[in-house]
T-cell receptor, first 112, second 113 residues
């Protein structure tokens, strides 16, 4: 079965609010995690990644938090915009080289 | 620097025909991955290749599916004798190092009639 899963399949937020998308993983060997954004009809687009020796990493309007104790990953999007509407996937490497294991995704809808 | 290029974008085949999906990785990338995605699902790993070598094919069905990444030219995912269950979006990704961040193409949508 999947080792990466998401708590919420859909998330609806108001434009300008912050969004938090959660992800659970079960493979203790995973030492690299990554978030992708996928818009309809397109391929996944890299957002941000984090190694297991870190617990937080920030990008432009996005922050990824890693809690290894409970095997939990989250993506925070600040000041969510309509262009952020998409499906968001977390993925882990399962400790192996290159083979990313994806979760099922969370659909983010931003209301204007 | 062009991204990962996949063609065709859409491919329609009848049951029993062969499907060939092509992927040109980003310039300088020698690691290629193929993933399959069903509607409302995540991406399922199929195969990982380096130039002329299959590194990991643990996600690929044993029959009818094959992949190659020749010394020259694009990577090819080949599906023989397609069935309706093969209908899906097939994504190719490439990486410069074979570890960590993968760059994805726009995918090929395969429809089997």
């Amino acid at each position: 079965g999947e080792s990466v899963g998401l708590h919420l399949p859909t998330l609806s937020v108001q434009e300008g609010d912050n969004s938090i998308i959660n992800c659970a993983y079960s493979n203790s060997a995973s030492d690299y995690f990554i978030w992708y954004k996928q818009e309809s009809g397109k391929g996944p687009q890299f957002i941000i990644d984090i190694r297991s020796n870190m617990d937080k990493r920030q990008g432009q309007r996005v922050t990824v938090l890693l809690n290894k104790t409970v095997k939990h990953l989250s993506l925070q999007i600040a000041a969510t915009q309509p262009g952020d509407s998409a499906v968001y996937f977390c993925a882990e490497n399962g400790g192996s080289q290159g083979n990313l294991i994806f979760g099922k995704g969370t659909k983010l809808s931003v209301k204007p | 620097n062009a991204g990962v290029m996949q063609n065709p974008r859409h491919l329609v085949r009848r049951r029993g025909q062969e499907a060939r999906l092509r992927c040109s990785p980003m310039k300088g990338h020698s690691h290629v991955y193929w993933y399959r995605q069903l509607p409302e699902e995540g991406l399922k790993f199929m195969v990982y290749l380096q130039k002329e070598n299959i590194i990991d094919e643990s996600g690929m069905p044993k029959e009818r599916f094959s992949a190659e990444f020749p010394k020259e030219g694009p990577s090819i995912l080949r599906i023989q004798q397609v069935v309706r269950g093969d209908s899906a979006a097939y994504f190719c990704a490439s990486s410069p190092t074979g570890y960590e961040k993968l760059f994805f193409g726009s995918g090929t949508q395969l429809s089997v009639l």
